[in-house]
Structures are given as structure tokens and as C-alpha cells.
């Protein structure tokens, strides 16, 4: 080539929770049966869509707007019903022209940062959901500004690593939240939202809050949306989506929110940037939009979610009480979604440590793919060649604790408890091996 056409950001973009399928394929094709606990699908992991999500869907395939584009920033009912769900909520003024549909929150990441100034960048948590760390890293060609959330302080914030990094580095134009979050978890408290907010308040930034698994919180801290912190005068994005509340993320459709746009001419004219960039993609798909007011709005949605967070909600506890009491490691109780993170405390880890395994095929394949991995990596090659059993290595996650996301999505709750038996066990002689 006489002109190099790699992306500054190429390096930058990375999606382990797909990438370790490689491997689960390979190890399929030597007869493992694979267990798989790595992506956050609950449809693809078995659970079923309600009837009445699907005579919806049906019946709105069944009129012929369903197969039209939609107005560039989605369909006008759509955004007229999520306006009012805030008003209803919390008494919050959402314009529905403050809000624009997606193609899922992948592509409203996509388009978010993008669109960003090349020198202007947005701090997100550590670790990291790598598609906003991907995405925020590629758009400016550098490695993404963390700041740390705490295992050993129930994945929260580190208050004053934002504080710090936000006032030695004028890059920084915005703050990112993903609450609850993916992969810990966690829920954020009230306190710690103030915080940031006054940290963005004090310093002009804009917050990005990804709250898609908003309704999923089955823990005892109460899941606040940004719009009830931010006041009138932090500029925010909230983005929501059908993906994993429905669920449905097939449907490919996703939300931003726009609070407090006008506090800020920078701010106008970004999100403008936004919404042109949408218009020349046309729009997004319109069929699950035209279901939207109707599955949100049904009487049974809120009883449905409600239902799915309590099963999340007892296989943490299984979980939990099969991870706690390993030594050398940190599982703090996830209090929403359907993610469970566990972190092997410094050291515990080495490149010595294996698991038995009888098939020599297999044997040779995984010490194959161990070569030049991180050390928990090395632990999720290993742990899946022994046991079948699929997870994601933390540092997929744009972080450097090591240590590993599964799902609580099984939706046989014998068959989970199996899991993160064969896990826990593997943990211990994975440790003790060496
Ligand atoms: C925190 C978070 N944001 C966004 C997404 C992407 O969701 P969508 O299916 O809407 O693209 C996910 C998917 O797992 C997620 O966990």
C-alpha cells in the first residue's frame, strides 16, 4: 500500500466475551461439551420470551409501517411513550425530541464517540464493558482513561481517582457510568452518583450513563437513573435499550436520552452531530420501535421483569456462596443484572498452575493456546478444557485484575448450581497445582 490505511485506533478494538468462542468452537470440535457462560444473551442461553412479547411483535409485523424506514431519530410514538415513562417516573421533563434511536446500544456507542473531537475523551470504569472502552480508545487513537472500580469496596467508584484524573488531565470532557454496571454487577448508591455529578458540575464535563439493565436490579440497592441526580444542568446521555430488559437483543434497538442539551452550546452542536450521523445512515430499525409503547406500557412487563431479576437474584446467592470462601480471591455480590465477576487477589496466579486433563488432544490444544496469554486467561483456557465450562477473562475487560465474568443466566437452576460447582473447584486445584 503507498499509503498506510490502518485506523489509528485498530489496536484498540477488542471483544473477548466473542473471541474466546474460538477457542470454546475448537475444544467443541475435540468433544467437550461446552457450558456457555460468556455472553450476556438470556434468549440464547434458553429463557423463554413470554407469548404476549410475541403475539405483539406479530401482530405489529402484521401492519406494513413495520416494514418502512422511521423518522431519523425513531418512531414518533416510540419517543412520545419513553417521554412520558419519565415524566410518569419521576416527574422529569424528557423532550421527545431529545431522544434517538439506535440500532442497539452497540451502535449508539459506535456513533457516540466517533463523533467525540479526536482530543476530547470520555473516562469510563475499570474494568470495562469493551465495547464503550473499544470505542472511546479507537476514537482517539489511545489507550481509554480508566478510573478504578474497587473489588474490595464493593466495585464502587474510587471517588477520588475520578476527582484526580478529571483535574490533571484537561483532556477529560465527559464521564462515563454504566449502572447497573457490566461486568461487576453492581449497582451505584445514591452518594456515589452525586459525586460524580458534582465532580462534572464542577469541572464542565457531560456524564454518559448506560443504564440498559436499568429494571434488572434484584439486590438490596435501589437502582437510581442519572436523571434523577443530574439536576438541571449537567448535560447527560442515558442510554437504554430492549436488549435485556425485554428480552430482545436481536431486535437491535437502542436509545439515547438527552438531558440538559441546551445548558451548553458545545453540547447542542455535538448532539447535532448525533443525530446527522444517524440521518445519513437513514434511521434505525423500525419494527421493534412500533412495538415498543406497546410491550413497555403492557400491564404484565414490570410482574415480568420482576420475576427474571428474582431468579438472577438466587442464583447470585448460589453463586455467591459457592465463590466467597475461596482463599485468594474477591467475589463480591453482584446486586443486579446477570453478571457475576470473581478476582484472584495479586500473586495468586503463575504460569505453572494447570488443571488435569485426561484427553491428550486436548491437553496438547490448550497448552497450544496458553502460550503468551494473561495469567487469566491462562486460568479460563484451562478451566474450560478441564471442566467444558465457557467464561470471560477479566482482562477482556480492559483491566489489569485478573480474573473472570461468568453469567447467572442458566436457566436450570440444578444445572447452574453444577457450574459453579465444577468452577469453584477448579479455582481451588487450579491454585493448588502449583
Ligand atoms: C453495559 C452494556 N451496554 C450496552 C450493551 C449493548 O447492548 P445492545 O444489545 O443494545 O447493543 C451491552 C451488552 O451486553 C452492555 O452490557
Redesign the pocket.
Known sequence: MRTNIVHEGADELSYE?RGIVRVAERLQGLGVDIVWENI?DPVAKGESVPEWIKDIVAETMRDDASFGYSPTKGVTAARDFIAAERFRESGVILRPEDILFFN??????SIVYTYLRRSARVMGPCPA?P??SSAEAAHAGAPHITYTLDPRNGWYPDIEDIRNKVRYNPAVAGILI?NP??PTGMVYPLSVLEEIVAIAREYGLFLVS?E??AMLSHGSEKMMPLYEVIGDDVPAIV?R????EVPW?GS???WIEVYNKDRDPVFVRYIKTLVDAKMLEVCSTTLPQMALPRILGDARFAEHVRSRADKYLRKADIACAAFSDIPGTLAPRPESSFYYSLVFEDGILNDTQTLPIADAAIRAYVEEETRNVTPDKRFVLYLMAATGVCVVPLSGFNTDLPGFRMTLLEPDEEKFKTTVGDISDAIRNYIASA
Not at 442497539?104 to 456507542?109: K, V
Not at 435499550?241 to 435485556?244: E, I, P, Q, R
Open positions: 466475551i450476556g442497539g446500544l452497540g451502535d449508539a456507542i464493558y465495547t464503550h454504566i454496571d457490566n448506560d440498559t439493565y442510554m435499550g430492549l436488549s435485556k437483543p437491535r434497538c437502542g
